[in-house]
């Protein structure tokens, strides 16, 4: 009697936790396909974009003058948003670029917004997503050109997102995808991959190079600090070289060679 009491006790154990993990796999699969979707939406809408004819081909046809700007109604005037990019930026306000490495899966929206951790877990329609969203902290001023500001993206395994930033580890990878292109709402850059380096989020109490404190460099010596760290770090020799003046772009992912590990990607701007 007890051993059956025992046995049922096992199978409704086993039951459960089989319904647990079916549970988990279908939540799983609802937020993939969820992620997909908008994706693609994403896509559609910047492909429907895309084949429109632009304010200046319309304007062209139409024999009147280009406007260089849009006005401001202080007179002031302001840069007209990329054409490509204006009804996404029409659909969600925190959109502020576009990213994508040739050759690569990576080609994503840039969001930003207060609330730093808000496009970790949620897509460019506000759902909540796990793949999140390509981003930039409050403090990055993606159009004013600074030092350096920092996009981040979740490693996925499935090489969404970031995932396929792994890939930069090995030399060989790098000189076959040497450069990157990242759109501001109102011009379009080229940038070159200057170093790759592992890292990790440093404790507070904790001394090492932390990466992700750099935006601004006032002086020549604050910028070679920062300059010497990622060279020094490199996985390899890029041969691109910097200067007190230029203007980078890093990227930085989730890596798993150590505890909040990361990944690291800096690219110096060249168009």
Request: one cysteine or more; a negative charge; hydrophobic letters at 35%.
């Amino acid at each position: 009697m007890q051993k059956r009491r025992a046995l049922r006790l096992v199978r409704a154990a086993l039951l459960l936790i089989m319904l647990a993990c079916l549970f988990g796999l279908a939540r799983e699969y609802i937020l993939s396909v969820r992620h997909q979707r908008a994706q693609a939406k994403i896509t559609d809408a910047l492909t429907a974009q895309e084949e429109l004819p632009s304010v200046t081909e319309t304007q062209e046809s139409e024999s009147e003058p280009v406007p260089e700007t849009q006005t401001e109604s202080d007179g002031e005037k302001e840069p007209a948003i990329i054409d490509r990019l204006a009804d996404l930026y029409a659909q969600n306000n925190d959109l502020v670029g576009w990213l994508s490495i040739p050759g690569m899966e990576i080609d994503y929206p840039v969001m930003q917004c207060a609330d730093n951790e808000y496009y970790l877990h949620h897509n460019f329609y506000g759902e909540e997503d796990r793949y999140g969203c390509l981003f930039v902290k409050d403090i990055a001023d993606v159009d004013t050109p600074g030092t350096n500001f920092i996009i981040y993206g979740h490693n996925m395994k499935d090489g969404s997102m970031f995932g396929d930033l792994d890939a930069y580890r090995e030399e060989a990878f790098y000189r076959e995808h040497t450069k990157l292109n990242f759109e501001t709402l109102y011009e379009e850059r080229t940038y070159e991959i200057m170093a790759v380096f592992l890292s990790h989020v440093y404790k507070s109490d904790e001394e090492g190079f932390r990466y992700y404190g750099f935006y601004q460099a006032d002086t020549e010596e604050e910028f070679l600090d920062f300059y010497d760290n990622v060279k020094a770090l490199a996985l390899y020799d890029t041969g691109v070289e910097a200067a007190f003046g230029d203007t980078l772009l890093t990227l930085s992912t989730c890596a798993y060679h150590e505890e909040d590990g990361r990944l690291v990607v800096v690219a110096k701007r060249v168009v």
